[in-house]
């Protein structure tokens, strides 16, 4: 694991931070755009991708060609590079390309630094409201068009009080539904479809649980690096580092964290 110096991590965030301004310059003339098509991707079901997916990853990209030419890059649209550094800059152009593309602003730019135990640094960035959502290394904060505050994640410790986070409501596999269907028995309120934007909310103290499966690695690096620095728990379903991606279950407390797992593994 590489030593990360307060110099050295002042020029991680700056490159994060133009990476991020890059993507949503990028990304934004498409959005809401009367031209915009989608591709998918499989050959059965349906995952979309856009021009603008694969203008912001290039855009970012480019950043880290001029600026961070020896770090590694794992990125959703054009593969993995290789690097010398032991950090590697992990990206999702979008997340959340289903609420893109019907206009919804749910979706977000992901940016995480990592080294070999996982994210040391992350961005959840939402270029259309102007938020961004940035933790590690010293930084946990969010700022908007007309607010900033520090990244805080609530004090909720039982299940009865939680407000529950989920993009899908057919969440993983026909057993994965089962179990998230026992928690969600059990908290105050469910909603869904927020993707990345509901590890940003829960970050910054609006809701308390995010529980979700078929996840890759650059869907949940930036959110745990988010989360993490307003002083919440990020792990797979077994208690486990989520970061490698499969299941994620977020809470704003080690208290909640526990009590939502042992729901999950009653089923």
């Known amino acids: 694991m ?5 110099v050295e991590a002042q020029t991680l965030w700056s490159v994060a931070e ?22 998918n991707k499989l050959t059965s079901g349906f995952d979309p991708v856009t021009v603008a997916d694969r203008a912001g990853e290039t855009a970012m990209r480019e950043v880290l060609a001029r600026r961070r030419p020896d770090d590694g890059i794992l990125g959703e649209e054009h593969g993995t590079v290789e690097g010398t550094t032991g950090l590697t800059w992990v990206l999702d152009p979008i997340d959340g390309t289903r609420g893109f593309i019907s206009g919804t602003p ?6 995480a630094v990592a080294d070999d135990t996982g994210p040391i640094l992350g961005i959840v960035d939402q270029p259309y409201t102007q938020e961004r959502f940035s933790g590690g290394l010293g930084r946990a904060e969010w700022t908007g068009p007309n607010r900033k505050g520090p ?8 299940l009865a009080d939680a407000t529950l986070y989920s993009t899908f409501p057919e969440i993983g596999s026909e057993a994965q539904r089962a179990a998230f ?3 969600v028995k059990d908290v105050k309120l469910t909603r869904y479809g927020c993707d990345c934007y509901a ?6 103290g609006q809701i308390d649980l995010v529980i979700e499966a078929g996840l890759n690695a650059y869907d949940i690096q930036g959110p745990i690096a988010v989360i993490e620095a307003g002083g919440g728990v990020v792990t797979d379903w077994d208690g ?28």
């Open 240 to 267: 486990n580092p989520a970061h490698n991606g499969g299941t994620a279950l977020a809470a704003a407390t080690p208290e909640l964290h526990a009590a939502a797992m042992a729901k999950l593994k009653e089923v």
């Open 18 to 39: 133009e990476m991020a301004d890059a993507a949503g310059a990028a990304i934004l003339p498409h959005f809401r755009s009367d031209s915009l098509n989608a591709e």
């Open 151 to 158: 990244l805080r994640t609530t004090s909720t410790t039982r």
């Open 106 to 111: 749910t979706w977000g730019v992901l940016i």
């Open 2 to 6: 590489p030593k990360i110096d307060p």
């Open 199 to 204: 590890y940003a909310l829960l970050a910054i």
């Open 181 to 183: 269907q026992n928690v």
